[in-house]
Nanobody, 129 residues
Framework: QFQVGESGGGLAQPGESLKLTCTAP?????????VAWFHQAPGKEREGISC????????LYADSVKNRFFTERDTTKKTVTLYMNNLKLEDTGTYYC?????????????????????WGQGTQVTVSA
């Protein structure tokens, strides 16, 4: 089973940055997996905000985070990082890392909840002035 660990959540002020890290089990070859980040604001549905494809051929971002967040894979450390810049109040919520080996379309990325099989437990981000 793919056990996902998450870290890096916490408190930040608007305009600041945070880094979230998704760590895969060392036994797995991370490049086989597309890895996405999801944001769930309080009282809202879970929303896909980023995806990095198998072997990092491409990335996909939701409009709400384009040009602010980016995701990066490190196959040596077996991590996928979400860099969150210029944080806004609406970024508050729980962030989940998710992974899958399923094939997608030509982009090899997706932001749908049902597309991913392996989920982390979530980490809390609070953006407050």
């Amino acid at each position: 089973q793919f056990q996902v660990g998450e870290s890096g959540g916490g408190l930040a002020q608007p305009g600041e940055s945070l880094k979230l890290t998704c760590t895969a089990p060392s036994e797995f070859i991370l490049n086989y997996y597309a890895v996405a980040w999801f944001h769930q604001a309080p009282g809202k549905e879970r929303e896909g905000i980023s995806c990095i494809s198998r072997a990092s051929f491409t990335t996909l971002y939701a409009d709400s985070v384009k040009n602010r967040f980016f995701t990066e894979r490190d196959t040596t450390k077996k991590t996928v990082t979400l860099y969150m810049n210029n944080l806004k109040l609406e970024d508050t919520g729980t962030y989940y890392c998710a992974a899958t080996r399923k094939p997608f379309g030509s982009s090899e990325c997706a932001l749908g909840v049902t597309e991913f099989d392996f989920w982390g437990q979530g980490t809390q981000v609070t953006v407050s002035a």
